[in-house]
């Protein structure tokens, strides 16, 4: 990996976890409603897979979906007006945090429906597919949509078609509340790349060069007609399911144990030590984020609501 | 105009579709070598080749997911579902993907997407193999619902279905693919989605019929000419869009109307229906709407059975005679 594609991922995952340290503060002063799926702790995921990616390669992503439309080339003000309600939001007020999405940057959509979005990302990759293109898909999900039959439908579909799709579980340990090993018959998903006949692994999720390394592989295989990969990140969620989420299926010291594994620090404390970048220019660059946040929630705070005359808009396109 | 059965107008028009544009193409279960279990895809593998003419695993939520997928990437697929009763299996798919994902999208996607099969009864199909099940998709904003009745308008609506940038259920009737008609050849023929048919104009009753309905109706109508009666037969070919216009006007011109379908009378199509001329037509009726369709029963295997659930010709003809008062 290359100087400029580090310092990439690195803005990427603190543009991240400056947007959602900011609609944590902004969903308790009330200024934002609904459900509200915090992505702090997973950035690495993210940002790294989407650094290798186009605008002409698709990805779907989950409920949790804030920090892959980032990472795909969201800009903050419309997906913090779009978490608000408002008419500047990518969605024009009509999606809210779950349904963020951006077809012009190839993101086909966050999805409030656990799975629901996987064999989208997959009809991305057929049409990539059949226009000839090495573009490919990304489809992003939880351990939780690994026991939804739709998901076995798509790695079943993707391997039989041969697609340039990749699946990108993001496990992080828990359904809501309920653990993985309460509800997931394996402990590694990896493993259930087996039987559609595609290859499966699993990486440290909050390590940058682990998943950097597992989605090159991937993303090669894919664009050269090999066809789909499955990659199981495991990582951990630091908030709860929701921002109101009681929390109590876990401990404290089981958070404050994920919390020191900070998947930014550890790419920070790496780039330092390897002379990749100064911790001064990292600063910098935290510094710039927090003041295109700043403006961010200020263009999302002074952005109108829709005009409820628009209320059935878009409902078909004629 | 050709003579075709039901089942080629709709192959042929595929085809013509394809070979128009690039960026259609079809998958489902058995549709490639096999042709589709009713041959409305014969042929096209030959003509087309296997990257646009996909079989598909026994995956039906895959299969719209991926063509929800493939329509919001800029292709224009036609997903072929056995039977229309199978759309069960993948509702998440269309009814909470494909139906929402524009409006969800502050209208920034497109979803050219045709979703087609046949459905009903007549084969001894029995309950999970012969229901009408356009209701549904009806009542949840966000997909234009086509019922073609004959060869000519199956066609015609399945043009408009392709170049539609919305997604469309497409409901094909399983008796009337052996059915021959007049299809225009035109490779242009389109009929404009939200404009009801008038099968037949009359003076004494409006009668609105969908599917392999409307030539049963056709034939009661013709009958009860012998006693006298005028009957107002409509077509209205698309549930969503409604051609609310020609079923009111045909209302207050008869003041009477009975609606006829083979879904569940219970919260079918004709339930909206009737109170869509009660809300719209209250001061011209003369009598009750009226409402035929299947009884609250899931449709039995056995012929005699079966037809006691669907309405038969005797149920329609003593219906226009009830609002008649005769």
Redesign the interface.
């Known amino acids: 990996m290359d100087q400029e594609k580090m310092l990439w991922i690195y803005r990427k995952m603190q543009e991240i976890r400056k947007f959602e340290e900011r609609a944590l503060l902004l969903f308790e002063r009330n200024e934002l409603r609904g459900s509200v799926h915090l992505y702090i702790g997973q950035e690495a995921v993210a940002a790294t897979v989407c650094s290798h990616l186009r605008d002409t390669d698709y990805i779907s992503s989950t409920h949790r979906g804030h920090g892959h439309c980032i990472a795909k080339g969201a800009e903050l003000g419309p997906a913090l007006a779009e978490m608000m309600g408002k008419a500047t939001g990518y969605c024009l007020g009509r999606g809210g945090s779950m349904h963020i999405a951006d077809v012009t940057k190839g993101n086909l959509g966050a999805n409030a429906i656990v799975g629901g979005g996987v064999p989208i990302a997959l009809g991305g990759a057929l049409a990539n597919q059949m226009r000839g293109t090495d573009d490919i898909a990304v489809a992003f999900f939880g351990d939780g949509a690994t026991n939804e039959g739709i998901v076995h439908e798509s790695m079943n579909l993707a391997s039989v078609w041969n697609l340039p799709l990749i699946f990108v579980c993001e496990n992080n340990l828990y359904g809501i509340s309920t653990h993985t090993s309460q509800s997931t018959a394996v402990e590694d998903i990896s493993v259930r790349a087996v039987a559609y006949d595609m290859p499966g692994e699993t990486v440290d999720g909050n390590d940058v060069l682990s998943i950097d390394k597992a989605i090159v592989k991937a993303i090669e295989r894919a664009r050269s007609g090999g066809g789909p990969s499955l990659i199981e990140c495991k990582t951990y969620r630091w908030q709860g399911h929701w921002t109101g989420d009681p929390q109590v299926y876990r401990t404290r010291e089981e958070v404050k144990s994920w919390m020191e594994k900070c998947p930014i620090k550890r790419f920070e404390e790496y780039m330092v030590s390897k002379k990749i970048a100064t911790e001064d220019e990292l600063k910098k660059i935290e510094e710039e984020v927090i003041v295109q946040m700043d403006a961010a929630e200020k263009f999302a705070l002074e952005s109108p609501e829709p005009d409820p005359a628009t209320v059935m808009d878009n409902v078909f396109c004629y | 105009m050709s003579k075709k059965s039901y089942s080629v107008a709709i192959r042929d028009v595929i085809a013509e579709e394809m070979s128009r544009d690039d960026r259609v ?1 079809i998958i489902g279960e058995d549709i490639a070598e096999q042709g589709g279990i009713f041959g409305c895809t014969r042929g096209l593998l030959e003509q087309f080749g296997e ?2 003419v ?1 079989n ?2 026994i ?1 039906e ?15 224009r ?1 036609i997903v072929e579902l056995m039977y229309m009763d199978f759309t069960f299996v993948a509702m ?2 269309i009814l ?2 494909a139906a929402k ?11 050219p997407l045709v979703i087609r099969g046949q459905q009903g009864v007549g084969r001894g199909n029995a309950a999970t193999h012969s229901q009408s099940v356009e209701s549904i998709f009806m009542h949840f ?2 997909l ?1 619902v086509v019922m073609p009745s004959n060869p000519g308008e199956a066609a015609g609506l399945l043009r408009t279905a392709i170049r539609d ?2 997604p469309v259920m497409f409901f094909e009737h399983k008796i009337l693919y052996n059915t021959q008609g007049e299809v225009n050849d035109d490779p242009d023929f389109a009929i404009p989605f939200g404009e009801a048919n008038i099968v037949q104009e009359g003076s004494d009753v409006t009668l609105i019929a969908t599917s392999q309905y409307v030539n049963r109706c056709k034939a009661v109508a013709e009958k009860l000419k012998q006693d006298g009666i005028s009957v107002e037969l409509i077509d209205p070919r698309t549930l969503v869009p409604f051609d609310t216009e020609t079923v009111i006007d045909s209302v207050k011109k008869t003041g009477r109307a009975v609606v006829v379908h083979e879904a569940h009378k219970t919260a079918g199509p004709g339930a909206e229906i009737a109170a869509m001329i009660m809300e719209e037509a209250f001061n011209y009726l003369d009598a009750p709407v009226l409402r035929l369709g299947a009884a609250a029963c899931p449709l039995p295997f056995n012929l005699n059975l079966e037809n006691a659930v669907v309405p038969q010709e005797a149920d329609i003809e003593s219906a226009i005679k009830k609002v008649l008062y005769k």
């Open positions: 193409f990257e646009r996909r598909t695993p995956s939520a895959a299969m719209i997911g991926a063509g929800v997928g493939a329509s919001i990437s800029g292709m697929p998440d798919q909470n993907q994902i524009r409006y969800m999208y502050g209208g920034k996607a497109t979803l904003p966000g234009k940038d919305n």
